[in-house]
């Protein structure tokens, strides 16, 4: 059947995208560029709509201040992509687990045993994050064409962490401790966890997303075994049930503090780029990495907030380390609230000559 009108537009816009160009496996110069947490406390224009905000999960539920927020960034800099303003742990809410966020402290979610945590049904948790779907189809609206739209979502191990600790942790020790002792029922916390966000990353896919994004913020400090059954096959599950729903788009992966464990996650997940955090050592990773996976990362969010010469000079050997190859300049984790907003601005002219 021949690609109606529409179809064909969409595709031609589409082609036009940079990020969308390299995950095909393009390499350019300069590359694309956009940064974990563009959309945050380190603009004025955000700290405006948030403090309109009755609590923060109420805030990523609420498309039209969502949907602000994400386009922000956009308007102030001209990134080549923009991501959903959303976060990690609408999962767990979403399956029926208290989250509420602490000023100054961060994430808390109710105290439920393992085995509890366990019983979550993955059933209709996308649903009812329907209001996302929203926040995506009112964000690509507003974009300039050659702007690549991204959703996300936690990765199982990741949020199950948050789950079992009820707050971050700086070791993960229960939930570590919980994997070894108690596998069969993590295992189903995790396979719960991974149909959910699949089936979120699907709705996403659905409402605009041109690419997804797999965020392990924690999977520093595994062992091998213990990686392979937390991160490993429950990020293939995701990916996995993503392409079996027909969904095409560009899937990114991101283990954090993974280590030497990145070269296996980048070969048995299935994910089409992966993305590197600013402690793994770039040669490293240039040399160990797939040739031909597009690769995102790493700067050093410090480095953005001393900005200068530093500054400069990281983004010059970023930029000759991965010339050659498909790359997708971003920071090595998130944008610190205290980095200054003309840094930011820095920095794209640096990329962008």
């Known amino acids: 059947m021949a690609e109606t009108p529409e179809v064909l537009r969409r595709t031609m816009k589409m082609a036009k995208r940079p990020l969308l160009q390299v995950l095909a496996g393009e390499t350019l110069s300069p590359p694309p560029v956009w940064l974990m947490r563009q959309a945050g406390r380190y603009l004025p224009e955000y700290r405006a709509v948030r403090a309109t905000q009755p609590d923060f999960i109420a805030f990523c539920l609420n498309p039209e201040a969502a949907a602000e927020v994400t386009l922000q960034p956009i308007r102030r800099y001209g990134f080549d992509a923009s991501i959903v303003f959303a976060d990690i742990l609408l999962i767990p809410h979403a399956m029926g687990q208290k989250v509420w966020f602490e000023k100054g ?4 979610l109710a105290s439920l045993s393992l085995q509890d945590l366990a019983k979550l049904s993955p059933e209709g948790a996308a649903d ?12 690509r609206a507003g974009l300039p064409d050659a702007c690549t739209l991204i959703g996300f979502a936690g990765a199982p191990w990741t949020v199950a962490t948050y789950m ?14 919980a994997a070894w002792s108690d596998p069969a029922t993590m295992d189903r916390l995790l396979a719960n966890l991974a149909d959910a966000t699949a089936d979120y990353l699907i ?32 990020t293939r599950r995701i990916v996995e049930r993503v392409r079996a729903a027909g969904i095409t788009a560009p899937i990114i992966g991101f ?3 993974a280590g030497p464990h990145y070269v296996h996650y980048a070969q048995e997940t299935g994910i089409t780029a992966i993305a590197t955090d600013h402690g ?10 797939p040739a031909s996976m597009p690769v995102q990362g790493q700067l050093d969010p410090a480095v953005l907030k001393a900005g200068g010469k530093a500054l400069e000079s ?20 998130g944008i610190n609230p205290d980095v200054p907003p ?10 962008r000559g």
């Open 105 to 108: 402290e961060g994430p808390r």
């Open 128 to 139: 009812r994050l329907s209001p996302v779907c929203e926040t995506l189809k009112r964000v």
């Open 164 to 177: 079992i600790e009820g707050a971050g942790s700086k070791d993960r020790w229960k939930a570590r401790s």
């Open 203 to 234: 709705a996403q896919a659905h409402a605009g997303a041109d690419v997804l994004k797999i965020f392990e913020s924690w999977a520093e400090g595994l062992p091998a075994p213990l990686f392979d059954r937390v991160v490993i096959a429950p």
């Open 255 to 257: 283990p954090k503090g």
């Open 280 to 289: 793994l050592d770039t040669g490293w990773a240039v040399a160990n990495l």
């Open 314 to 333: 990281e983004v010059r050997r970023l930029l000759d380390a991965w010339a050659g190859r498909p790359y997708v300049f971003n920071l090595g984790h």
């Open 342 to 351: 003309e840094n930011v601005g820095a920095l794209l002219a640096h990329i």
